[in-house]
């Protein structure tokens, strides 16, 4: 009977959640987070080991998708310039980390934590504002930096669960050698395709009754998926690594990143933000000093972004760069991960550990309303000047 009204709960927050979030005009996955909390917290939805797994696999889906909106082909042709600006951002945010977690004297794991960056919750924002020329630099900055974010957890976690010592060492030689087996296999495929362009058709047909084009994005996912186990690797990375795959070697399916994103934002991607909330205990909301330290965390994880994209003045304009920086002042999935591995690891205390939980929601809710009133000014300006 708990199996039962566990679907059935599940369900019904699937199916509800975007009436709720159109009704109080916020994005769907707070919503889901805090629906996954409530339901948790009076006893609908506990912790199953189906519902654990399939929301396992929303996570890695959710970074799959969050890899198709990446064409590295486009990203190796960034001029040198841009790029330097990309990577200049990124130092900036570590370097605003490690001061703030030096003089605050909050730790290492601090370090890593304030500025990961993700990619997850930018692709949602392409269906509301479209390709905007801040969202497509902020694809392509939050990419890149998303790999540097992908990498330093994977070098945390083998940190935290192995210690540094020779186990780290192999780990981290395996996430060098996969990089580097990853990067000849890029080559070659292009190459592949450049001399046998028909290739890239006979994988994924223009028209496909047998849906082909999903059955190998899948195929690509769980194989990526499997290596990263062999290894003993970060998953997200295999994931967000299969992703990039299919807008790189498969242009000709435009719509292909479309119908995988409504698949996993349908179903599984909800599924794994629900489980999110059900891992908060909302009795936390009365520890003391709680609410005050998500919200310092909150405020920090955005200033950082929005002073560091400064340095994309010159190509997009002070308001756009605001803009890109705000849209990577979520990096949800990657933070819960991140602070859960902490957690687990006594790197961090529950109270800390509640605290980013709590200002990831925070950080998802203050962002996409301040972007929305933003683009809507900057929206309501360009009308005007075209009535004029």
Same mark, same amino acid.
């Given at each position: ?38 339901? +948790? ?16 696999? +929303? ?7 969050? +890899? ?25 945010? @570590? ?6 977690? =030096? ?18 919750? &930018? ?5 509301? @504002? ?44 395996? =996430? ?66 299969? +992703? ?6 498969? %242009? ?5 990143? %479309? ?11 909800? &599924?794994?933000?629900? @489980? ?11 520890? %003391? ?32 760069? &605001? ?66």
């Amino acid at each position: 009977m708990n199996e039962v009204v566990l679907i059935i709960t599940l369900s019904l927050v699937v199916i509800f959640s975007p009436y709720f979030a159109k009704l109080f005009k916020i994005p769907t996955t707070p919503v889901e987070i805090i629906f996954g909390a409530i339901l +948790g917290y009076i006893g609908l939805l506990y912790h199953d080991i189906y519902f654990e797994l399939i929301a396992e696999v +929303g996570f890695l889906y959710l970074m799959f998708i969050a +890899g198709t909106e990446v064409n590295l082909k486009k990203v190796l042709k960034t001029n040198s310039s841009l790029m330097r600006r990309i990577l200049f951002y990124i130092i900036l945010l @570590y370097a605003f980390s490690i001061s703030f977690s =030096l003089y605050l004297d909050l730790g290492k794991t601090f370090m890593v934590l304030l500025p990961l960056l993700s990619v997850g919750l &930018i692709a949602p924002l392409f269906k509301e @504002y479209g390709k905007t020329p801040w969202l497509t630099l902020s694809m392509t900055v939050g990419g890149i930096g998303e790999v540097v974010s992908i990498g330093v957890l994977t070098f945390s976690s083998a940190g935290l669960k192995f210690g540094f010592g020779i186990e780290l060492a192999t780990t981290i030689g395996a =996430l060098i050698f996969f990089i580097l087996i990853i990067l000849l296999l890029f080559k070659l495929l292009q190459l592949l395709f450049w001399w046998f362009p028909e290739v890239s058709t006979i994988l994924m047909p223009h028209k496909d009754a047998t849906e082909q084009d999903v059955r190998l994005s899948m195929g690509i996912l769980f194989i990526l998926i499997a290596v990263m186990l062999y290894l003993d690797l970060e998953l997200a990375f295999g994931a967000f690594i299969a +992703g990039i795959f299919i807008p790189t070697f498969f %242009e000709h399916k435009h719509d292909l990143p %479309e119908k995988l994103s409504s698949y996993g934002f349908g179903f599984l991607v909800p &599924i794994f933000f629900v @489980y999110i909330g059900t891992t908060f205990n909302l009795d936390a909301l009365l520890m %003391e000093g709680l609410v005050t330290k998500a919200l310092i965390i909150t405020m920090v994880m955005i200033l950082m972004r929005v002073i560091s994209a400064e340095v994309f003045v010159k190509e997009l304009g002070r308001r756009d760069a &605001i803009l890109m920086g705000l849209s990577h002042a979520m990096p949800l999935t990657l933070l819960i991960a991140m602070a859960t591995l902490a957690y687990h690891a006594h790197s961090i205390d529950k109270l800390h550990y509640y605290a980013f939980i709590l200002a990831s929601l925070f950080q998802v809710i203050i962002i996409t309303i301040t972007i929305r009133l933003i683009q809507g000014a900057k929206d309501d300006e360009s009308e005007t000047l075209e009535s004029k």
